[in-house]
């Protein structure tokens, strides 16, 4: 890891501001990706803020009809919240299958979603329930916000602060995950949403994304079956040692079954 | 580049150093402390050997950083034992030679105490799934999962 400048930031504003004092500074939430991006000298910040002490960004709590998580909420506080876990059970369970308990005590929802890596979990979640990304300055829903491989639509030194998950009727979620990262090799999370169906795919693609023909089917028919015969097109999906674009293809089917057996 | 003034407590006894932005936990805990109880596996945040707890919670040492770790209450291997007598987990391991080269031993105890303490009815398979971030090269588990259960029931008693 090349060397750098810590900062420990005392408030929003505070991070806000020693991150714009900075040459070229990163954000560190739990650091459970952008550690390992350092170590292997991918990335070379010249400062790193750390947010870890914000703990007015850290919390979960119902707000109307919507489920609110702060952006520091590490992800063993949803997997074990009991609001989560009676709201959006999905959700909690989501959670509890990022990483390991390790991983879980330090990775954030902000942090994951931040990065918006191709095979993150939380996206799949955010996409499929239509939540609401609030920043420092605005709100973006997340049909904006995910814009491509490791891109958002956050501005530079933007910070989320929280999300905002309107609660759906049912929700559900199965991932396939590479044994030894437990990484989503493919993800699915479906919703049934005031909006209608929702179903959105983590790890297949350069970004998550939707699949409206399984969502037309399900808007008349909420059932495993209904998506059965959806196949996905396997062009533009990803390919590395554990799956070829095909396998994730047809992996979306297989998940997207299961998700929906799981919502019930 | 700068260094840093860090003070924290490790094991009980207030400790300080200096260390650079990019010292790691693990290397202040090994290098400058010489406590070598915790153990650097893959250094990629996988393996688990390098498991200790940061204010009561299990955490990958080798992915936090010792200026993140500044003023904080951390426990390692070294500070299990009370004096002679092993904590429960250590005994429970020694019992059911839950260890074969024992390089993962250190952190599979550490995790192992954070999932009994999150979970004090854990089933085989919730102990199973609580493993995931704790790789054992000599694939020994059955032994481990076997003291863990007990282990769990001693601690409760």
């Known amino acids: 890891m090349y060397d750098f400048t810590y900062q420990r930031a005392s408030s929003l504003d505070d991070a806000k501001s020693k991150f714009s004092g900075a040459d070229d500074a990163r954000y560190m939430a739990g650091g459970m990706t952008l550690l390992p991006v350092l170590k292997q000298r991918l990335d070379q910040p010249s400062d790193l803020v750390d947010l870890g002490f914000l703990d007015d960004l850290k919390g979960i709590s119902e707000d109307g009809g919507n489920l609110v998580i702060k952006a520091m909420t590490v992800h063993h506080a949803v997997n074990t919240s009991d609001l989560v876990k009676s709201k959006i059970p999905a959700l909690a369970h989501l959670a509890g299958t990022i990483g390991d308990p390790m991983v879980r005590n330090r990775g954030t929802i902000g942090g994951s979603l931040a990065n918006n890596d191709p095979a993150a979990s939380y996206p799949s979640a955010v996409l499929a329930l239509n939540a609401t990304i609030h920043t420092d300055g605005r709100t973006i829903a997340a049909d904006d916000f995910f814009t491509g491989m490791f891109d958002t639509a956050l501005n530079e030194g933007e910070l989320i602060t929280q999300v905002s998950f309107p609660i759906p009727e049912k929700a559900g979620y199965c991932h396939f995950p590479n044994p030894a990262s437990r990484y989503p090799i493919v993800g699915v999370f479906v919703a049934k949403t005031a909006d209608g169906p929702r179903v959105a795919v983590t790890g297949a693609g350069a970004c998550v994304f939707q699949v409206p023909e399984m969502e037309s089917a399900l808007a008349s028919n909420w059932s495993p079956d209904a998506v059965a015969n959806v196949k996905c097109s396997a062009d533009g999906l990803n390919e590395d040692i554990h799956a070829s674009p095909e396998y994730r293809a047809h992996l979306i089917t297989v998940m997207a079954k299961r998700a929906i057996e799981a919502a019930g | ?157």
């Open chain 2, 1 to 157: 580049m700068s260094s840093y003034s860090i003070k924290m407590t490790v094991n009980g006894k207030e400790v300080s150093g200096e260390v650079e932005g990019r010292t790691l936990l693990v290397q202040f805990l090994r290098d400058h402390l010489g406590l070598t109880g915790t153990h650097v596996g893959c250094d990629t945040t996988q393996c688990g050997a390098c498991t200790v707890h940061v204010n009561g919670r299990a955490m990958k040492s080798c992915t936090l950083l010792a200026a993140h770790a500044d003023g904080a209450d951390v426990t390692t291997i070294e500070g299990l034992a009370d004096g002679d007598n092993l904590h429960p987990m250590q005994e429970a391991f020694r019992e059911h030679h839950a260890l074969q080269c024992g390089f993962c031993t250190p952190g599979m105890v550490m995790s192992a105490i954070g999932l009994v303490k999150d979970n004090p009815k854990m089933s085989e398979k919730d102990v199973r799934h609580g493993l995931e971030g704790n790789i054992c090269r000599c694939t020994g588990y059955h032994n481990i999962v076997e003291a863990i259960l007990d282990a769990q029931t001693k601690m409760g008693a």
